[in-house]
């Protein structure tokens, strides 16, 4: 069983930057691909980032795409996001999850149910 918890949240203004965290606690870190996933309210959970367990891939979704940056510290049992250049659409509430290693992942990394283990979430709001 794994534990994860979100932290970093809070209100940015726009332009401005901001680094989410998600702390892991429980089974083997680096057995674990770790994503970000986010939700505003009315609309689908979305992949935001993933990397995999070594950290050695990293994969984004066109809209952050070289805005954020997903990174991870398996000593530290954390995987972090750094957020620069924030819009108002990037609005929401974020969450990590975890997925076990799997040749499927490629396909299915964008996929929430290929994950087993989720946050609870924090909250982004980036004011104009």
């Known amino acids: 069983q794994v534990q994860l918890v979100e932290s970093g949240g809070g209100l940015v203004q726009v332009g401005r930057s901001g680094r989410l965290s998600c702390a892991a606690s429980?089974?083997?870190?680096?057995?674990?691909?770790i994503a970000w996933f986010r939700q505003a309210p009315g609309n689908k959970r979305e992949f935001v980032a993933s990397?995999?367990?070594?950290?050695?891939?990293?994969f984004y979704e066109d809209s952050v795409k070289g805005r954020f940056t997903i990174s991870r510290d398996n000593g530290k049992n954390t995987v972090y996001l750094q957020m620069n250049s924030l819009k108002p659409e990037d609005t929401a509430v974020y969450y990590c999850?975890?997925?076990?290693?799997?040749?499927?992942?490629?396909?299915?990394?964008?996929?929430?149910?290929?994950?087993?283990?989720w946050g609870q979430g924090t909250q982004v709001t980036v004011s104009s």
């Open positions: 999850a975890a997925a076990y290693y799997s040749s499927n992942y490629y396909i299915t990394k964008k996929i929430p149910p290929t994950y087993v283990y």
């Open positions: 429980g089974g083997t870190f680096s057995d674990y691909n």
């Open positions: 990397i995999i367990g070594s950290g050695n891939r990293t």
